[in-house]
């Protein structure tokens, strides 16, 4: 079973850091009791070896010299072992517990922004994961070139971009980084799709480098629509 999310710690549009915690889950805290737990076994366990340890070297010593028994010196030295094994599993059990801690809290992969949250507290973790998050300091856009005027894109040409919505104002600029080699079939480009020539039925994906002055006011506008001119 998932777990739950216990809590989210940033919000839509909130710039991150790699390594920033970003959501706790359900399993957090009762593993951590877990990870205390753990470590005051073994700090136990080195305690009772260091004792253990010293009078076995002792009774080795005396059992040598015939002043003790050699049942002294074996059972001394059979709790040591016992004492080694127990420590070899306790920070076994530990190292697995700190890998399910790892998974336990939703770290950024990544330097970037939180594009929408998924999952809220109280929900369990879904397939579609709990936030979308995305690098936004060097912002991209996707156009569908319609086949006939695939002649007129160039790697490195500068392209004017509008919003078709109006989700951004004015025009902002940027230049053709790649082009796709495979002719796809046309996604609807208008809003009368029938006034498309069939000539046109096919397009190129043709991938825009958008200018880093205009980053701060395209950031937050993942998924707009747009129109490209070149």
Known sequence: MQPLVASINVAEGESIVKGQVLAVFDTFERLKTQELSALELIASLQDQLRIVAYEAGRYRVLASEGAAPASERNQREL???????KLVEARAELRRIKEDKRYSVLVSPINGTVLKILSNPGER????????????????????????????????R??????????????????????????????????DPASDSDKESRTFAVEIAIDPTFNRQVRNLIGAKIVARF
């Open 125 to 156: 973790v879904m397939p579609y994961g709990v936030m979308k998050v995305g690098r936004t300091d060097s912002m991209g856009a996707v156009v569908q070139v319609y086949e006939s005027y695939i002649g007129r894109a160039n790697l490195n």
């Open 158 to 191: 500068a392209v004017k971009i509008r919003s078709e919505n109006g989700s951004f104002p004015g025009t902002i600029t940027g230049r053709i980084i790649h082009i796709a080699s495979i002719v796809g079939e046309r996604q609807k480009l208008s809003l």
């Open 79 to 85: 709790t040591l072992l016992e004492l080694n094994s």
